[in-house]
């Protein structure tokens, strides 16, 4: 069965920048939509960011113009740019491919374990 794994999780603060990376099979990633997610405790899975088979992107409004979903197809990585980052951005991040655009984590075939990004005030 293949897996996604990411890493790039950290702790900063506010005002700072962190890239997640999504590592799996080639053909996970030709498999439909990637997206990243994120959970924070107490709180719902949410969708942060998807990339259609296409190209097409979609990201959440809270972080919209701060976030940018992107791949490298030739080393099958998945990104996740964060820019000026929040308190409130501060969660478990997810990565999850071969799903539907727009159709939510359990639309995804493949989900990773997540990396935990800590933001400080």
């Known amino acids: 069965q293949g897996q996604v794994t990411e890493s790039g999780g950290g702790s900063v603060e506010a005002g700072g920048s962190l890239r997640l990376s999504c590592v799996g099979s080639?053909?996970?990633?030709?498999?439909?939509?990637m997206a990243w997610f994120r959970q924070a405790p107490g709180e719902e899975r949410e969708e942060v960011a998807v990339?259609?088979?296409?190209?097409?992107?979609k990201y959440a409004d809270s972080v919209k113009g701060r976030f940018t979903i992107s791949q490298d197809k030739d080393k099958n990585i998945l990104y996740l740019q964060m820019n000026s980052l929040k308190p409130e951005d501060t969660a478990m991040y997810y990565c999850?491919?071969?799903?539907?655009?727009?159709?939510?984590?359990?639309?995804?075939?493949?989900r990773g374990q997540g990396t935990q990004v800590t933001v400080s005030s």
């Open positions: 999850a491919a071969g799903g539907i655009y727009g159709g939510g984590w359990w639309s995804y075939n493949y």
């Open positions: 080639g053909y996970i990633y030709n498999a439909g939509s």
């Open positions: 990339i259609s088979s296409g190209g097409n992107t």
